[in-house]
């Protein structure tokens, strides 16, 4: 069964730094894209970065130049670090996967969520 585990978040001043890690386990298939979503209250859940097996990103516009996102293939893992931090990016952040079968893409598998709260 596929598991994704996230650690890192936290309360940051504007301005400051956090790292988020994304500790995948359990699937049959090497082959993924995996990403960081982000939930405010009252709102939709919205895609914030995504990196694929090869490594091509993308980002959505207001975390461009500010957040990275960046993975580790021999250990199934996927980071996204975020600089520069604005009271807008508090929210709860997700990590996504799907996999690749060799014909098929799997559904979306979703970590617990871990909190990011910048001050402001």
């Known amino acids: 069964q596929v598991q994704l585990v996230e650690s890192g978040g936290g309360l940051v001043q504007a301005g400051g730094s956090l790292r988020l890690s994304c500790a995948a386990s359990g699937s049959r298939f090497s082959i993924n894209a995996m990403g960081w979503y982000r939930q405010a209250p009252g709102k939709q859940r919205e895609l914030v970065a995504a990196?694929?097996?090869?490594?091509?990103?993308n980002y959505r516009d207001s975390v461009k130049g500010r957040f990275t996102i960046s993975r580790d293939n021999a250990k199934n893992m996927v980071y996204l670090q975020m600089n520069s931090l604005k009271p807008e990016d508090t929210a709860v952040y997700y990590c996504?996967?799907?996999?690749?079968?060799?014909?098929?893409?799997?559904?979306?598998?979703w970590g617990q969520g871990t909190q990011v709260t910048v001050s402001s």
């Open positions: 990196i694929a097996s090869g490594g091509s990103t």
């Open positions: 996504n996967a799907r996999f690749y079968s060799g014909t098929y893409w799997t559904n979306d598998y």
